[in-house]
């Protein structure tokens, strides 16, 4: 279909598909396919440059397998893990934080943590261990009370990690807490 397209002059760019080779090795191929025209405009073919990204995609694919053990490691952990974006809204919520607090993955996702889920009493020195983590300084053992959904009193010992981007631009903060 894009060979046919470019011969319409429909031109494709980063187009992906595998090409097997003699030896029936797959090789992952993304191509470009621009029509051929002669001197008067007439399309009287196709060009296409191709690359061979093999192994960009066997990185993604890889990449794809550690973040889904890493998202099951999180939502299994025996220890309540919550994250939160540089605008202080719930971003991630283990099975954990769920099972402690009665509130549900759902029930928080993009959910202010410190204005819905902390005390009145412990707000400020919530908000300030996060911000804190925000800019860098992070933060172990810091102890405050949580509200359950049927208004139980939860003692949580927290660790507030800076949550980073690749290139190191921070974007949020990971807590990981002991009940």
């Known amino acids: 279909a ?5 011969l319409q002059g429909r031109e494709a760019a980063n187009f992906e598909f595998p090409l097997f080779t003699k030896d ?3 090789v992952e191929v993304l191509l470009n396919a621009t029509s051929r ?3 008067t405009g007439k399309i009287i073919g196709v060009i296409g440059v191709g690359q061979d990204i093999t192994e960009r995609k066997q ?3 890889e990449k794809t397998r550690v973040a889904q053990e890493l998202q099951t490691f999180i939502d299994t952990a025996n220890a309540p893990i919550f994250g939160i974006d540089a605008n202080g809204l719930v971003n991630e919520w283990n099975n954990k934080a769920a099972e402690i607090t009665g ?4 029930e928080v996702m993009g959910q202010s943590l410190v ?3 902390i005390t009145d009493e412990y707000r400020a020195s919530v908000k300030a261990v996060l911000d804190n983590a925000l800019h860098g300084r992070e933060a172990a053992n810091f102890e405050f009370p949580l509200y359950t959904k049927d208004e139980r009193r939860v003692e949580v010992l927290l660790n507030a990690t800076t949550r980073r981007d690749v290139s190191g631009r921070v974007i949020g903060v990971i807590g990981v807490g002991q009940d």
């Open 103 to 106: 509130f549900s993955r759902e």
């Open 24 to 26: 029936k090795q797959r």
């Open 37 to 39: 025209r002669d001197v």
């Open 2 to 6: 894009v060979l046919d397209n470019a």
């Open 115 to 117: 204005d819905e889920y």
């Open 59 to 61: 990185v993604e694919i």
